[in-house]
């Protein structure tokens, strides 16, 4: 079963941190590759935040770069994502994201992000 679950999610102050996993199941059956993290906000439109390849490329998004990080372990077929010094405007749900080839793409459930000021 195609499943991405998530964890990490929560309430943090400003400058504070916070680090997300995600979780593909049947990873052994197909091949997944990218894996990535995407967010939205209130109001606003889902964006890309960083994505990463089996190879090792890696996207961010120009408002995370240099505060996050996102690694990846081919093995466990698990994508994370190392967020520091965070701000208010990172308030968002996040959404984890993974291309499975043969089958397309699939979301995580999502989980919260708050940064208080």
């Known amino acids: 079963q195609v499943q991405l679950v998530e964890s990490g999610g929560g309430l943090v102050q400003a400058g504070g941190s916070l680090r997300l996993s995600c979780a593909a199941a049947?990873?052994?059956?197909?091949?997944?590759?990218?894996m990535g993290w995407y967010r939205q906000a209130p109001g606003k439109q889902r964006e890309l935040v960083a994505t990463?390849?089996?190879?090792?490329?890696?996207k961010y998004a120009d408002s995370v770069k240099g505060r996050f990080t996102i690694s990846r372990d081919n093995a466990k077929n698990t994508v994370y994502l190392q967020m520091n010094s965070l701000k208010p405007e990172d308030t968002a749900v996040y959404y984890c994201?993974?291309?499975?080839?043969?089958?397309?793409?699939?979301w995580g459930q999502g989980t919260q992000v708050t940064v208080s000021s």
């Open positions: 049947s990873g052994s059956i197909f091949t997944i590759d990218p």
């Open positions: 990463v390849f089996k190879g090792g490329s890696i």
């Open positions: 994201n993974a291309y499975y080839y043969g089958l397309g793409t699939y």
